[in-house]
């Protein structure tokens, strides 16, 4: 088998050697690694397509993998699975006219940024991990990030792909049309399928207008109720492209590791950082009809917005320095919201004494990035279930933008009915009838 797989993709490009292959064997959790494994690094679609047929016919797992910085266990190889790494599927071609941007599926976020960017345009995804998180990640995933609340998840913005299924067979719609109903919307399908049931390979991306002056704001407010409610009216603002959460414990935490300084004065209850277009003066006025605002830091030059989004962004590396961590991402209904805010750290003292509570995100969506350090490994299953429960019983969905994965997989009923499930199993058995596309993954084998 390496043997074919090297004559398909030259000797150099499938490792199988411990120091060349360990830091694909991890993922940045920390929680999920392999002793062992072989990465297949195709260069084209065409040796994607040939890499799957090889091991369809010999009945070997595959495990695609782009910048390994999944949450959720999605990108290790724990069964003894190739891992088919993405990273040399490069190509950025931009359509000005179009307003799209045609990706290969190893290029990173950050240089998409950077390709929309030179043509006057830009990409409406964005996230802490621009710089290694790469395109057919975040499509595979169906990723999320700072820009939800103004430009929508990446399946949004995906228009067509090009994939390969586990028989080799090649899927390519890549003509850029938006309107074309001429059957089934495979990009919506692929997005989100977290590698089970093709492999991307090419992506033609949705570019909006570049934005124009901005200005940042970071909120204090009396507590996380105070916050979600503010997030609430946030959304009402004109122009708002970002409504950001965190508490604390989380900044005080970022200032420990950074070193970075106050943002306000005083210490407040829970934080809100608001992006929105125009000046620090329309900012302001618009901070004064939110509720429960109790002080502000505001900035609209490029240096002074960079260092409030620090306060947010550098959340996960600073959480990272206290050990593996449990990263429950959820989203919650804004009803609800705020009782998941107020009870889950009195839940998880309960069942943990001495595990810290780390909690931020996309508040304005819903969404909560939980994480929780300090859990040992005998009580990590019964903490994650109480967690994903409350959420369920809370009316939230326990996968919010990092998927299922292998983390979550037990839990998918609480979020899906057993016909949805049913109806999982049959699109996956039509387009990997093999079952060897990441085959322990969502649904498992």
């Keep these: 088998m390496?043997?074919?797989?090297?004559?398909?993709?030259?000797?150099?490009?499938?490792?199988?050697?411990?120091?060349?292959?360990?830091?694909?064997?991890?993922?940045?959790?920390?929680?999920?690694?392999?002793?062992?494994?072989?990465?297949?690094?195709?260069?084209?679609?065409?040796?994607v397509s040939a890499v799957l047929a090889a091991c369809a016919a010999a009945g070997?797992?595959?495990?695609?993998?782009?910048?390994?910085?999944?949450?959720?266990?999605?990108?290790v190889p724990l069964h003894g699975e190739i891992v088919l790494h993405t990273g040399r599927l490069h190509g950025l071609e931009v359509d000005e006219v179009a307003g799209q941007l045609l990706a290969?599926?190893?290029?990173?976020?950050?240089?998409?940024?950077?390709?929309?960017?030179?043509?006057?345009?830009?990409?409406?995804?964005?996230?802490?991990?621009?710089?290694?998180?790469?395109?057919?990640?975040?499509?595979?995933?169906?990723a999320g990030g700072l820009r939800v609340l103004r430009h929508g998840d990446t399946r949004r913005q995906v228009i067509g792909v090009e994939a390969v299924l586990s028989d080799g067979?090649?899927?390519?719609?890549?003509?850029?049309?938006?309107?074309?109903?001429?059957g089934y919307h495979l990009p919506s399908l692929l997005a989100g399928s977290e590698g089970t049931?093709?492999?991307?390979?090419?992506?033609?991306?949705?570019?909006?207008?570049?934005?124009?002056?901005?200005?940042?704001?970071?909120?204090?407010?009396?507590?996380?109720?105070?916050?979600?409610?503010?997030?609430?009216?946030?959304?009402?603002?004109?122009?708002?492209?970002a409504v950001e959460f965190f508490l604390p414990a989380g900044l005080a935490l970022v200032r420990e590791v950074t070193g970075l300084g106050a943002v306000l004065p005083e210490e407040h209850g829970?934080?809100?950082?608001?992006?929105v277009d125009g000046s620090a003066e329309?900012?302001?006025?618009?901070?004064?009809?939110?509720?429960?605002?109790?002080?502000?830091?505001?900035?609209?030059?490029?240096?002074?917005?960079?260092?409030?989004?620090?306060?947010?962004?550098?959340?996960?590396?600073?959480?990272?320095?206290r050990g593996s961590v449990i990263k429950l991402d959820v989203t919650l209904p804004m009803a609800t919201a705020g009782e998941y805010l107020d009870r889950l750290p009195s839940v998880v003292a309960g069942l943990v004494p001495d595990a810290r509570v780390w909690l931020f995100g996309h508040l304005a969506d819903g969404n909560v990035h939980t994480n929780i350090?300090?859990?040992?490994?005998?009580?990590?299953?019964?903490?994650?279930?109480?967690?994903?429960?409350?959420?369920?019983?809370?009316?939230?969905?326990?996968?919010?933008?990092?998927?299922?994965?292998?983390?979550?997989?037990?839990?998918?009923?609480?979020?899906?009915?057993?016909?949805?499930?049913?109806?999982?199993?049959?699109?996956?058995w039509a387009l990997d009838p093999a079952g060897i596309l990441h085959p322990h993954a969502v649904l498992g084998p």
């Design 270 to 275: 829970a934080y809100l950082l608001l992006e």
């Design 282 to 321: 329309a900012l302001v006025q618009a901070c004064e009809d939110l509720p429960g605002v109790q002080d502000a830091a505001i900035a609209d030059d490029a240096p002074g917005r960079a260092a409030l989004w620090a306060y947010r962004e550098r959340h996960t590396e600073s959480i990272a320095t």
């Design 104 to 142: 290969g599926a190893g290029e990173t976020i950050g240089a998409v940024h950077a390709a929309a960017a030179s043509a006057g345009l830009a990409y409406g995804v964005d996230l802490a991990s621009r710089d290694s998180c790469t395109v057919g990640g975040t499509v595979a995933t169906n």
């Design 2 to 47: 390496l043997d074919e797989l090297r004559g398909i993709v030259g000797p150099e490009h499938v490792l199988t050697e411990p120091d060349l292959v360990a830091g694909h064997l991890r993922d940045w959790t920390g929680r999920f690694a392999a002793e062992a494994g072989v990465v297949v690094r195709p260069a084209d679609t065409g040796q």
């Design 373 to 428: 350090t300090g859990v040992p490994a005998a009580d990590t299953h019964r903490l994650e279930d109480t967690v994903l429960r409350m959420v369920a019983d809370l009316g939230g969905s326990i996968a919010s933008e990092h998927g299922i994965g292998l983390a979550k997989r037990e839990w998918l009923g609480l979020g899906r009915s057993e016909a949805e499930i049913e109806a999982f199993r049959r699109i996956k």
């Design 197 to 241: 049931l093709a492999v991307l390979t090419r992506v033609r991306l949705r570019l909006v207008p570049a934005p124009g002056p901005s200005a940042v704001a970071v909120l204090g407010l009396a507590s996380p109720a105070d916050a979600v409610v503010a997030a609430g009216f946030a959304r009402r603002i004109a122009g708002v492209s």
């Design 169 to 182: 067979s090649v899927l390519s719609h890549l003509g850029g049309l938006t309107r074309d109903n001429t």
């Design 60 to 75: 070997t797992a595959v495990l695609p993998q782009g910048g390994n910085t999944g949450l959720v266990g999605a990108s």
